[in-house]
C-alpha cells in the first residue's frame, strides 16, 4: 500500500491510498516496479480500472471489518 497525505491544494488535509500488487505497473516503471505516478494517468483513471459495484461492495466489507477489528483492540 502507498499512501500520501496532502493537504498543500485543498483548504483541508487528505489521504492518497494506492492499493498495490506486485508487478502492478506492468511494462512501465523499472520491471514493473516504482511509484503509481509512473503508470499512464489515462490508464489509471479509465472507466475500464475502475471496480464493478460488487468488488466496491466487498472492498467497503473488508475494510469496515478490519477497521472495527483494530478499533476494538
Known sequence: MNYELLGN???HMHWHLFPRR????GIYGKDG???VW??????????????TENELEVMKSSL???LNSLLAK
Do not use: I, V
Open 22 to 25: 506486485k508487478n502492478d505497473l
Open 9 to 11: 491544494g485543498d483548504s
Open 38 to 51: 509512473w503508470y499512464p494517468r489515462e490508464k489509471m483513471y479509465s472507466s475500464a480500472a475502475e471496480p
Open 33 to 35: 516496479q516504482g511509484p
Open 64 to 66: 469496515l471489518t478490519e
